[in-house]
């Protein structure tokens, strides 16, 4: 441990004495500094011991002894030493009475001991403890390279909680908690994932000091990784800051830790691009050769139904050019935030929507078959898992933090993904159709997320955003929006509220507050001004979804 005052008063060679300030003598001693202004503090860091002789000081007045030994305790000193035989025989009352005071260690030094020999024994007992704290770094760091060639990440996180006296955790590439030692610090560790996807807004490498409670441990958050986009993240809980010692062994457990997720990553992309040709096998109505090239690796997948994701990453200029006239529905799920800051800052969607649902297979034990296809990405996983279940909140918050476009929105890439409906190995290809299918709403609608299931059950009006039937809308009402914006009635408004109550005078001269004799007059001038039959279904039929395709009506 580093120098205090209490190991210098116990140094043989010193013969210091105690004359103040005795109850504070634990406190560590960062230098020893001697310097005879009447005014030091500008000097002054914080942590060190000051020599004096007092030889420019008013030392045996009261009032300037308070006012000097206040500064110094106010800048942090720790401790007053106090050569006697010099300028003073021995200690002045004043100065003695101002350290009592304000609790300030005072140290007698006597004749025979120079300043200079106080000076070495700090500096040879600050150079002992960063040995001692280096020796022990190496140690910390063999014993973590040990325990992550033979018990993996958990046992390097067992050891690296050991050696901090504290607790560790590892969190995956979407923000959730992996693993944590000992198995009590989970619930700690989980409160944290909002400052881990904070931690990852920031370029990497990133650490920061998550803030919390005042009883709490203290914690420090570091990302894994060598990308641009973080592939995991580590934090350490303890008591107090860390030492030297200390320092080493995390910086040690994040650089074990990166390597093994970057290895990881590599086996991870092996894996990938046997997926891709299992893939291409079920697609192609092949699915015993699929079976046969997957072997064991997607365990029971291809045998259960499973549904077929397809997500495609578009500008978003173009995105939002679809979204125009759509309103935007901030529905997301419970749960939806996960990882969502970490990714939006790498502008990585794609791959934001790959992690999410491969961590979120590989915690619950589920097999799942990811295959990136460029700007595409197709996802094979189990009917009403965990995977699935991971992807609909990834796009969900996606939608959500749509929902109020930042000023500089439309600049990132966006994205848009299809769900097929559940489907077995043989009807792999129609699965695929449905994804695709979707997707094409997803992007035709404005949205992120489209489920083939509601394309069914849903209403055909959201399929009006396309250009040609906007086109169509704004040319069969202009007559209508021009006669109106020249203060001659409200013919637009009327023929809405007349055609949503089906015809029925009362009830829609009610809904505008007119009389229905004025209804019936303005409904004659929209015949006029169109030169078509409001008796006609067919014009009822065009009229009504041109209302309905016009912007902000949906």
Known sequence: MPPTLASLVRHPGLKLTVRAGGDRLDVPVRWAHVSELADPVPYMEGGELLLITALKLDAENPEAMRRYVRRLAGAGVVGLGFGVGVSYAEIPEALLGAAREEGLPLIEVPRRTPFLAISKAVSAAIAADQYRAVTAGFAAQRELTRQALTAGTEGLLAALA????????????????????????????????????????????????????????????????????????????????????????????????????ERSRSLHEAQQRLGAAVLRMLLAGQPDHARAVAGDLYDGLLDAPFRVIVAEQVSGSAARAHADGHARVAAAKPGAVTALAAVEAAGDRLGGLAESVESAAARSGEAVLVVPEGERLVVL????????????????????????????????????????????????????????????????????????????????????????????ADGLLRPLHEHDARGRGDLVASLRAWLSRHGQWDAAAADLGVHRHTLRYRMRRVEEILGRSLDDPDVRMDLWLALKAAPGAQ
């Open 162 to 261: 050991a050696q901090l006296d504290g607790w560790a955790a590892l969190y995956d590439a979407t923000g959730a908690v992996a693993a944590t030692a000992p198995e009590w610090a989970g619930r700690r560790a989980a409160r944290l994932i909002p400052d881990v996807e904070r931690l990852w807004e920031r370029p990497a490498p990133a650490s920061s000091v998550a803030d919390g409670p005042e009883d709490e441990d203290r914690v420090e958050l570091h990302a894994l990784g060598t990308g641009r986009r973080p592939r995991a993240a580590l934090a350490v809980g303890t008591a107090a800051p860390l030492g030297t010692a200390e320092r080493y062994a995390v910086h040690s457990a994040v650089a074990l830790l990166t390597l093994t997720t």
């Open 381 to 472: 996983a189990s009917d009403e898992g965990a995977a699935v279940a991971a992807g609909l909140r990834y796009a969900a918050a996606l939608e959500a933090a749509r929902a109020v476009p930042e000023p500089t929105a439309g600049e990132e890439d966006e994205l848009v993904v299809g769900l097929s409906a559940p489907a077995g190995p043989i009807a792999a290809a129609a699965a695929y159709k449905q994804a695709e299918q979707a997707l094409s709403v997803a992007r035709r609608r404005g949205r992120v997320l489209v489920e083939h299931d509601q394309l069914a059950s849903g209403s055909v009006l959201p399929l009006l955003a396309d250009d040609a039937v906007k086109a169509f």
